[in-house]
Every structure is written in C-alpha cells, then in structure tokens.
C-alpha cells in the first residue's frame, strides 16, 4: 500500500529555515504530481507548492520567492525547502501524491514560527 512519511517539521524563529522532506514507498510515483498542502488552526488546507513530472512548479503567492520544492524520483521523495519563514507559516504541512483514484496524504508535519 502507498505510505507516505513526511519529516523535517519543527520550531523556528521568523526568517529561519527549514527542509520538509516527504518519502513515499509502495509504488513507483515518478510521472505523478506531488504537492505540499498547509493547515493552520481553523483554516481550510490550502495548497503551498506543487510539481509535475516534467518539473514544472506552482506555488501559493504567499510563499513565493520564500519556498522552493523539489523532487528526486530515484528516491520517491519530495521537498520542499522554506526560506524567511513567517509566523503566518505556521501550519501543519502535509505532502499529497495525486494519482488516481482519490490520491494519498501524508500524516502531516507540525512548523511552528515564532515571533
């Protein structure tokens, strides 16, 4: 069965950084999009950052210019690595693999930016 395992999560002041690291196993997901989502207390996931096969990326306005996401294939893994931190960052970040047919979330990972 697909698993993913997000790591990396924590506790930093504001214009810190860190690297989210998301490892998926029980398949292979190289021609899938993988994403990462956020969730704040009280708020609707929204979505941070995406990337496609090909390596094409989106990402939120909000993070633009602060996060960069990424993915090695070789390792079914995705990052996303987040610069300038804010403490409007502070969520729950989940990464999501979207293949058919309802997709895959990870079990999420606590950021906390203080001020």
């Known amino acids: 069965q697909v698993q993913l395992v997000e790591s990396g999560g924590g506790l930093v002041q504001a214009g810190g950084s860190l690297r989210l690291s998301c490892a998926a196993s029980?398949?292979?997901?190289?021609?899938?999009?993988l994403a990462w989502h956020r969730q704040a207390p009280g708020k609707e996931r929204e979505l941070v950052a995406s990337i496609t096969y090909g390596g094409g990326t989106n990402y939120a306005d909000s993070v633009k210019g602060r996060f960069t996401i990424s993915r090695d294939n070789g390792k079914n893994t995705v990052y996303l690595q987040m610069n300038s931190l804010k403490p409007e960052d502070t969520a729950v970040y989940f990464c999501?693999?979207?293949?058919?047919?309802?997709?895959?979330w990870g079990q999420g990972t606590q950021v906390t930016v203080s001020s």
């Open positions: 999501n693999l979207r293949q058919l047919p309802s997709g895959y």
């Open positions: 029980g398949g292979t997901f190289s021609f899938y999009t």
